[in-house]
C-alpha cells in the first residue's frame, strides 16, 4: 500500500481564499483524522471520521473550516475563507481503530499571507 | 491540566548515552499509550505502543508504563544523532474514544 496520500504537498494563498486539503486513507482503514500542527499549539486533533462518518468535530476552531469524508477513499478539509492565522501544517491520518496506530501522510504545508 | 503533557526540551544527550523522555497524562481510564518520532519537517511515524504496566523493549527503545502514578517513558539507549527527532506521546481518551497528542520533547544527539 502507497500508505496515506495527501494533496497538496504545499499551498500558498491570500487572505479570503478558499483552501481545499485532500487525504487518501490506507484501504481498509475505517478511521481518518485531520491534525493541525504549529509550533504554538503542537498536533492539535481537528475532526475524525469512523466509515466515513464525522464522530467528533470538536477541534474545528470554527465555521470557517469543514471536512467531508464522501467515500472510504476521500476526505477533504477545506477552510472558507482563509485567515493568516491558519498557517500550519495540515496532516491526515488513518488506522483501523480510533485508537490503534495511526499512519499519518506527509502533511499539507499551508500558508495564508 | 492538558490531558498529556511532555517536557518540550530541547533534550540534549551525548552519543551513546541514554536518552530518557517523559510522559503524564489525566485520563486515569487511558488504556493505551504510543510514542511518535517526528523528524524535522516530516509526519510522526510510530516507534512503540505499551498497554500493560511494566516495560516493554523493542531493540534500543524501552516504553516504560505506570499507570498509578499515570506515567509513561520512553528509553533511548545507545542514542544516535540520527535520534535526533521530536518524540510524540499519545494516550488513548476514554471520553471520546480517541488518541490524545502531547506537545511533543526535541531530543539532541551530539556527535
Known amino acids: 500500500d502507497a500508505g496515506v496520500i495527501q494533496s497538496p504537498r504545499h499551498e500558498v494563498t491570500e487572505m479570503g481564499q478558499e483552501v481545499t486539503l485532500r487525504c487518501k486513507p490506507i484501504s481498509g482503514h475505517d478511521y481518518l483524522f485531520w491534525y493541525r500542527q504549529t509550533m504554538m499549539r503542537g498536533l492539535e486533533l481537528l475532526i475524525y471520521?469512523?466509515?466515513?462518518?464525522?464522530?467528533?468535530d470538536s477541534g474545528m476552531p470554527e465555521d470557517r473550516f469543514s471536512a467531508k469524508m464522501p467515500n472510504a477513499s476521500f476526505s477533504t478539509l477545506k477552510i472558507q475563507p482563509s485567515e493568516p492565522r491558519d498557517s500550519a501544517v495540515y496532516f491526515c491520518?488513518?488506522?483501523?481503530?480510533?485508537?490503534?496506530?495511526?499512519?499519518f501522510g506527509p502533511g499539507t504545508r499551508l500558508t495564508v499571507l | 491540566q492538558k490531558e498529556v503533557e511532555q517536557n518540550s526540551g530541547p533534550l540534549s544527550v551525548p552519543e551513546g548515552a541514554i536518552a530518557s523522555l517523559n510522559c503524564t497524562y489525566s485520563d486515569r481510564g487511558s488504556q493505551s499509550f504510543f510514542w511518535y518520532r517526528q523528524y524535522s519537517g516530516k509526519s510522526p511515524e510510530l516507534i512503540m505502543f505499551i498497554y500493560s504496566n511494566g516495560d516493554k523493549e523493542d531493540g534500543r527503545f524501552t516504553a516504560q508504563l505506570n499507570k498509578a502514578s499515570q506515567y509513561v517513558s520512553l528509553l533511548i539507549r545507545d542514542s544516535q544523532p540520527s535520534d535526533s527527532a521530536t518524540y510524540l506521546c499519545?494516550?488513548?481518551?476514554?471520553?471520546?474514544?480517541?488518541?490524545?497528542f502531547g506537545a511533543g520533547t526535541r531530543l539532541f544527539v551530539k556527535a
Open positions: 499519545a494516550v488513548e481518551y476514554t471520553g471520546g474514544f480517541k488518541t490524545i
Open positions: 491520518a488513518s488506522s483501523l481503530t480510533a485508537t490503534d496506530t495511526q499512519y
Open positions: 471520521f469512523n466509515n466515513n462518518v464525522p464522530i467528533d
